[in-house]
């Protein structure tokens, strides 16, 4: 009897270890809306100068639905303003997007606007 009640009270406790664990992972993401006040829009590729930005963090793209897309592409892609075959394109006008560990990639794919500076680069720690 003693020895169940003292595992079932280990068990609780690291229950509720983990749960604090998960949620001190949850508090550490932040969440940047792309090109503040005025979101995705031409121009944009300099915001990230000065921020710091960390594997989990959430980027919100805001713009009019129709207007501009989200592409998430490659260094070649960014680079070069062209989206690779197979890229995930965001289209709402409200995406969330979470930051990988590394360097992000995003373009607007609707030809031309890329060029006109809807482009960011990422390096998320
Ligand atoms: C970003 O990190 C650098 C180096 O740790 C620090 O000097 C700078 O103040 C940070 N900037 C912001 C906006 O947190
Ligand atoms: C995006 O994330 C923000 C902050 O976490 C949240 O307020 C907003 O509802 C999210 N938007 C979508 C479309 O999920
Ligand atoms: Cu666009």
Known sequence: ????????????ALIMLSLILLH????DAATFKVGDASGWRFGVSN?????????????????????HTVAVVDKNGHDTCTVPSGAQIF?????????VKGENYFICSVP??????????????
Request: aromatic share 6%.
């Open 47 to 67: 915001w990230p100068n000065g921020k710091n930005f960390t594997a989990g963090d959430i980027l919100e793209f805001t713009y009019t639905q129709g207007m």
């Open 91 to 99: 289209r709402t006008g409200n995406d969330n997007v979470t930051l």
């Open 24 to 27: 001190s992972e949850n508090t």
């Open 1 to 12: 009897m003693a020895v169940e009640r003292g595992s079932a009270v280990i068990g609780m």
């Open 112 to 125: 031309g606007h890329c060029a006109m500076g809807m482009q960011l680069a990422i390096n998320a720690s």
